[in-house]
């Protein structure tokens, strides 16, 4: 099996460790493959985009959804490192408002699977990281919302890299909403 999959305390977020051909001549690995994913994971999804980002230390860039045309998401790093974030936004769930964190990058090759009802979001921990990511449906910016990255109720241990006391964030995070106040699935 190319992947190794490890469910989280979100049962529908999944950790998935690609498995990686290496020698002295570098490393290879598949990075995606459908039929792989399915039989590793039991879903049957397609991604309609592939986004890349990248971004220096410090930036916080979430926690971002969509709440019509809801995305699913298999994120990963190209360069550096990321504390992501999963936290879940749909209101009858019994984890409702629980996130999950994992620390991916270049070197693990760690993917996460973020499902359509989730916000998502990272830190860069390293001086910069690219980030990589497939989405279920298209970008629909009137139906993006961002959830407060520092809200109280979700209680997140945000790695901020020494030296900082607050990440960077773009003006639509900064001005997120809590959740008690944002919408939800």
């Known amino acids: 099996m190319p992947y190794t999959v490890t469910p989280t305390h979100l049962p529908e977020v999944l950790i998935l460790q690609p498995k990686v051909f290496g020698d ?3 490393f290879f690995y598949e990075s995606y493959n459908a039929r792989d994913f399915e039989a590793a994971t039991g879903l049957k999804v397609e991604f309609v985009q592939d986004n890349h980002s990248l971004s ?3 930036v916080l860039r979430g926690l971002h959804y969509q709440i019509q045309h809801a995305q699913g998401k298999l994120v990963r790093v190209v360069t550096g490192e990321v504390f992501d974030i999963a936290v879940d936004m749909r209101k009858n769930s019994a984890t409702f408002g629980q996130w999950v964190g994992c620390h991916l990058s270049a070197e693990n090759a760690t993917q996460l699977w973020v499902p359509p009802g989730f916000a ?4 860069v921990l390293s001086q910069t990281a690219e980030f990589l990511y497939k989405t279920t449906d298209y970008w629909y910016p009137e139906h993006e919302r961002s959830l407060l990255w520092s809200d109280p109720a979700l209680g997140i241990d945000w790695p901020l890299p020494e030296g900082l006391t607050a990440p960077v964030l773009a003006a639509k995070d900064a001005a997120a909403l809590p959740l008690s106040q944002a ?3």
């Open 24 to 26: 002295a001549r570098g």
């Open 120 to 123: 998502h979001g990272f830190l």
């Open 56 to 58: 220096s230390q410090g």
């Open 183 to 185: 919408e939800t699935f």
